[in-house]
C-alpha cells in the first residue's frame, strides 16, 4: 500500500487508510505509535486470572480498565465502544490477562471492590467512521475555542481538545494560573459547537507533553514521549548535581524545571553520603591545601595550596581526605600533598578505534618526484 495514502495517528496509537475498493475507512493498531504505549511482559502467560478486564487507551492523555461485558471474544488491538458518563467512547485495547493485575496495583485500584465500566461491544464500521469524523472536528474546535477564550478576556489558555468516540461530547484542556470562572464560557462553547463540554485544568508540563517537541539533548520531550506522572522539581536537584543555577539553562520549553534534573538525583546523593564535608583547608606539613572542586560520580576532590587559582590541582579519593581530616584533628600533617600523582587527561578514542580519521584519503605524492624521474631517464639515454 503507498505511505502516502496512511495517516499514523499517534495520539491514539493507530494508523488510519482507506480502503481503495469500498472507500471504507480502517484503522489499525500500532503498539508503539503512542506516548502511554505498554509494555506487556507477561503476554505469553495465561493463568486464568483478570480474564474479563482489558486496559483500554484513549488520547494520549487517559486510558483506563473495563470489564468485558459484550459476550465477544476481545484481544489487544482491537476497537472497542465502552461505556462512558454519558453516551459512550471508542477506545483501543491495550493490555489484557495477568498484567491487568499489575496494572490495578500500580494505580492501587482494588478489584474486589471497584465498580468497571463496561465493555459493550467491538467497534463496527458506521462507529469508526463517525469517530474519524469527531477526531477531525478537534484542531480547528480549539482554535476557535481559543478565539471565544479571548474575545471573552478570560486569563486561560485552551490546549487540547478531545471528542468522545459518538461525537456528542468533548473534553477542553486548559491552562491558567489562578481560578477561572467559566460558567459563562461553557454556555458559549454548547451554543458555538452543539456538543456536552467538560473542561479540565491541566499544567504548563502537560501542555507540553501534549503539544510535543525537541528538547536541548536533540531528543522528544520527555513529557511528549513516555511521561505521564509528573512529581515535584526543586532547585535542591540541580545543587546535589553541582550544577549551575542559571534559570535559562535549568527551564524546559514549559518554562519549568526540567524533568530531567530528577533524573540522577539518587546517583549524586548515593555518591554525596561517601564525600566528607571540608570545612577547613587540609593541614601539610608544607602548607595549607584549599578544596576547589569535587567530582561527586568519581568521589575525587580537587586541592591547591592557592585558595584563589586552579593552575595547579592534587586530587585525592575521598576516603583519603577523611583520613586526612582525622589526622589533623589529631595534630598530626601528612607528608606534601606535592607528591600526588597528577591526575591523567582523558584520551579520545573515535568511535572505529584507534585509526587516523584521514586513512581513506589519498596519499600525497612528493613534490619532485616526476621531475626526478624524468631526468633520470635523460641520463640513462644519453650514456646509452
Known sequence: MDNETINYDCNRGCAVTTDPQTGETVCTY??????????????????GTFGDLFEV??????????????????????????EAQSGHDLGIVTLEGPVVGRQ??????????????????KARQNDIEKWQEAIAREQETMIQARRIATE????????DVEFQGDGTKAIFYYIADGRVDFRQLIKVFAEEFRIRIEMKQIGARQEAGLIGGLGICGRELC?????????????????????????????????????????????????????????????????QAFLRKTDILAEVMYFSYDKTSDAALYPLDASEVREIIKMNRNGIKPESLRNEPEPASPEFVTSVGDDSISRFDAPKRKKGSSKNRRKRSRKQQKEQ
Open 104 to 121: 490495578l496495583k500500580s494505580r492501587g485500584i482494588d478489584p474486589e471492590n471497584t465498580v468497571f465500566r463496561k465493555i459493550y461491544r
Open 152 to 159: 471573552m478576556g478570560l486569563e486561560m489558555k485552551i490546549g
Open 30 to 47: 500500532r503498539p508503539g505509535c503512542c506516548k502511554l504505549s505498554d509494555n506487556n511482559f507477561l503476554k505469553r502467560v495465561s493463568d
Open 223 to 287: 513529557c511528549a514521549n513516555y511521561i505521564s506522572s509528573f512529581q515535584s522539581i526543586s532547585t535542591s536537584a540541580a545543587r546535589c548535581q553541582d550544577l549551575s543555577l542559571n534559570p535559562q539553562k535549568l527551564a524546559g520549553q514549559c518554562g519549568k524545571l526540567k524533568c530531567c534534573l530528577n533524573y540522577e538525583v539518587a546517583n549524586y546523593l548515593d555518591a554525596q553520603s561517601r564525600i566528607p564535608r571540608v570545612s577547613e583547608p587540609l593541614e601539610f606539613e608544607d602548607g
Open 57 to 82: 487507551r484513549f488520547k494520549n492523555t487517559r486510558k483506563a480498565i473495563f470489564v468485558n461485558d459484550s459476550g465477544q471474544n476481545v484481544k489487544i488491538g482491537d476497537m472497542v465502544i465502552v
